[in-house]
T-cell receptor, first 114, second 114 residues
Framework: DAKTTQPNSMESNEEEPVHLPCNHS???????IHWYRQLPSQGPEYVIH???SNVNNRMASLAIAEDRKSSTLILHRATLRDAAVYYC???????????????FGKGTKLSVKP | ETGVTQSPTHLIKTRGQQVTLRCSSQ?????VSWYQQALGQGPQFIFQ?????ENGRGNFPPRFSGLQFPNYSSELNVNALELDDSALYLC???WGQGGGYGYTFGSGTRLTVV
């Protein structure tokens, strides 16, 4: 079972910021927080990951709570192309094989209105 | 740098038949994972191959099998197809058996079993 909890769906207006929450109360000290997104008719796409500190890249920012039991993916200016299912995944990079695989939940379906 | 390519994109098979799906890894990646995604669900891990050997498996029966070739491309074989095998099959490549810091997914093969 997925070890994260996300809202089933969210709506945003184009060009406004979007904050996608994720709860992971059972996170261990070696779990990284990964975000992937899946656009319609495509495979999942890596967005960002982090361990303890907030992270930024060209796609998004990741804000991690001090106790690491929750995190928020931030899209600074949503576009219509950001409409997708967003998955928050915990992953221990110390493990390979089946333990290192990605465990997907149902994710959050983000709709972006023009 | 080429991404992950999968073939075919769509396939229709009859219950009881066998099917082979193919995947070409992203250049520089040596690990391949396969996922099954039923409609409306997140992807589920089937197995992973590293250096031509299976090194991790999810909760799938032995009729799901695979191969990885010296050029790191991969095949997923499913025998004795069942109606519930209808799904999107995703291939993901990465560097290292732990998956490194991100997987690159293909767009998938949509398998329909009738």
């Amino acid at each position: 079972d997925a070890k994260t909890t996300q809202p089933n769906s969210m709506e945003s207006n184009e060009e406004e910021p979007v904050h996608l929450p994720c709860n992971h109360s059972t996170i261990s000290g070696t779990d990284y927080i990964h975000w992937y997104r899946q656009l319609p008719s495509q495979g999942p796409e890596y967005v960002i990951h982090g361990l303890t500190s907030n992270v930024n890249n060209r796609m998004a920012s990741l804000a991690i709570a001090e106790d690491r039991k929750s995190s928020t993916l931030i899209l600074h200016r949503a576009t219509l192309r950001d409409a997708a299912v967003y998955y928050c995944i915990l992953r221990d990079l110390n493990y390979g094989g089946s333990q290192g695989n990605l465990i997907f939940g149902k994710g959050t379906k983000l709709s972006v209105k023009p | 740098e080429t991404g992950v390519t999968q073939s075919p994109t769509h396939l229709i098979k009859t219950r009881g038949q066998q099917v082979t799906l193919r995947c070409s890894s992203q250049s520089g990646h040596n690990t391949v994972s396969w996922y099954q995604q039923a409609l409306g669900q997140g992807p589920q891990f089937i197995f992973q191959y590293y250096r031509e050997e299976e090194n991790g498996r999810g909760n799938f029966p032995p009729r799901f099998s695979g191969l990885q070739f010296p050029n790191y491309s991969s095949e997923l074989n499913v025998n004795a197809l069942e109606l519930d095998d209808s799904a999107l099959y995703l291939c993901a490549s990465s560097w290292g058996q732990g998956g490194g810091y991100g997987y690159t997914f293909g767009s998938g093969t949509r398998l329909t079993v009738v």
